[in-house]
């Protein structure tokens, strides 16, 4: 079991039995195609496949802690506690591009933290760097963008955060080492998996239940007409002799029996919200093309804390 390295909204660490539970009693390469904090994948620890990402920056950071960790703990041993005061060796010290007041040194990695959005100079490894420690100072763990491209989201309230994680990024560099890590529309997956392998499709979603409407649906962009390509294109994989699992909106379900998934609700609390004592369970789903009599026993290996 491996740690993930960040915080990261609508991670599956509460859903883990539940998604083992439909895992198949053999499969050859494990596929991600959206991966986000990645959960499930340093839960499973698998040995080779694919994780996909199509925001930049994130898999930015995880190329690095494949292949660079050693420099990245030591770039992240660097910086200073976020609410001291900015570093007058660095752009950003006064104030930031807007010409507003930077209060402190969050604000001001914040600020250098976009800096490939606006074409500025920067580097790879910093900007990994950074990512992981606006990640584990800002507030609750969020990564937000405005229409942009710019991360802004404020400082967090936290006591001693700890941005370095040296031994969480030992661990997944070494879980990551025989992954190819990727920056793709997720429909590179239909030429990617082969017969006997499995993908988990984890697609951005809002939680809803079962007999609320698409009408009210949406999820960071991913709407209607992706949620019902996603269908299709499982159902490719599952001509392919693909093993697909699927955790989805509550609002998916009919969607999935009609393509002949076995589909399931499962609870799931958020692990992120801006209402700390709002964490209700809400409904979402699991689809699976893998039958019972076809499953293994895998079993939960850990439930890892949100917060370590």
Same mark, same amino acid.
């Not at 959960?39 to 340093?42: D, G, K, R, V």
């Not at 199509?54 to 950071?61: A, C, Q, V």
């Given at each position: 079991m491996t740690i993930p390295v960040l915080k990261w909204a609508g991670g599956k660490r509460q859903l883990l039995d539940d998604l083992y539970d439909r895992f198949p009693a053999e499969y050859n390469s494990y596929h991600e195609p959206f991966f986000g904090g990645g959960?499930?994948?340093?839960d499973l620890e698998p040995s080779n496949g694919t994780i996909n990402d199509? *925001? @930049?920056?994130?898999? !930015?950071?995880y190329e690095h802690v494949r292949d660079n960790p050693r420099e990245l703990i030591r770039k992240l041993q660097q910086f200073d506690g976020p609410e001291t005061p900015a570093n007058p060796d660095q752009p950003f010290n006064e104030t930031n591009r807007k010409g507003r007041e930077i209060k402190n040194y969050y604000y001001q990695q914040r600020e250098r933290f976009n800096n490939r959005v606006h074409g500025d100079e920067f580097d790879s490894l910093e900007e990994a760097a950074l990512l992981l420690y606006l990640n584990r100072t800002c507030f609750n763990g969020l990564y937000r963008?405005?229409?942009?491209?710019?991360?802004?989201?404020?400082?967090?309230?936290?006591?001693?955060?700890?941005?370095?994680?040296?031994d969480e990024?030992?661990?997944?560099?070494?879980?990551?080492? *025989? @992954?190819?890590?990727? !920056?793709?529309?997720?429909?590179?997956?239909l030429e990617k998996a082969n017969h006997?392998?499995?993908?988990?499709l984890d697609p951005p979603y809002k939680p809803m239940s079962a007999t609320e409407y698409f009408n009210d649906y949406s999820a960071e962009g991913f709407g209607k007409e992706d949620q019902e390509e996603l269908c299709e294109k499982a159902y490719k994989l599952t001509e392919k002799g693909v093993h697909v699992i699927v955790s989805n909106s509550g609002v998916t379900y009919g969607m999935y029996e009609d393509a002949g998934f076995d589909v399931g609700v499962v609870g799931a609390t958020r692990s992120i919200n801006s209402d700390g004592e709002n964490r209700d369970e809400v409904d979402e789903i699991i689809a699976t093309n893998i039958p019972e009599d076809k499953r293994g026993d895998f079993g939960q290996q850990s439930l890892v804390d949100f917060n370590a």
């Open positions: 959960a499930l994948f340093f199509t *925001n @930049t920056r994130l898999i !930015n950071f963008e405005n229409a942009s491209g710019d991360f802004n989201v404020p400082i967090g309230g936290y006591v001693n955060p700890d941005w370095v994680r040296s990024i030992k661990q997944a560099s070494k879980v990551l080492s *025989n @992954t190819e890590i990727l !920056n793709k529309n997720w429909t590179y997956i006997g392998d499995l993908v988990y």
